[in-house]
């Protein structure tokens, strides 16, 4: 689990999005390349032509997160596992499922923490993950506007992404805050 999370980390975000798409894409044929999927009359519908044109740029964005917070998680969890009130909780006789909840409960905070800048971070991941897979979102429109040096457009996207990674740090604050009432202190 720790190579996996490692490995996660330490692989652009680009060039596993060009390896995927090569090796399911063209090599083995099992998912399309790239696009959004058919065209149609604009709205959206979740059919399984739609869904095949998500899964690579999904796993793609999802590889680093989930490393940046398995990591985390895992030394956070070992941390905690450690000190003395586990012990004590053990030397009581509580089961292990009464020990997880403990565990749980101290490591919940600080894993959201991560949690929450880990999805901010996925926006600026974004930008070259829409690029590769030539997928239709705010990551794809900022990259255009940057090459097309569209100042009003690239202000505009940007704005908007810092407005909701602002948003989304706020409300991870506000959900640490109600887990954790020290915290609000």
Do not use: C
Not at 53 to 66: D, E, K, Q, R
């Amino acid at each position: 689990a720790s190579i996996t999370a490692v490995l996660g980390v330490s692989v652009p975000h680009y060039w596993l999005g060009m390896v995927m798409v090569i090796v399911f894409a063209v090599l083995l044929g099992w998912l399309p390349p790239g696009g959004a999927g058919p065209g149609g009359s604009g709205d959206w519908q979740w059919t399984w032509e739609h869904m095949q044109h998500l899964v690579l740029p999904a796993i793609t964005m999802s590889v680093i997160p989930m490393g940046i917070i398995a990591r985390t998680v895992r030394a956070l969890v070992a941390d905690i596992l450690a000190q003395e009130f586990i012990v004590g909780l053990r030397a009581k006789g509580l089961t292990d499922v009464g020990i997880f909840q403990h565990v749980v409960k101290n490591a919940a905070p600080t894993a959201l923490a991560v949690m929450g800048l880990q999805l901010g971070y996925l926006l600026g991941g974004s930008i070259l993950i829409e690029t590769v897979f030539s997928w239709p979102g705010a990551g794809f429109l900022l990259n255009s506007a940057i090459f097309q040096r569209d100042l009003p457009l690239l202000q505009g996207t940007i704005l908007v992404l810092a407005m909701f990674f602002v948003v989304l740090n706020l409300l991870v604050d506000v959900v640490q805050s109600t887990l954790d009432p020290r915290i609000a202190r």
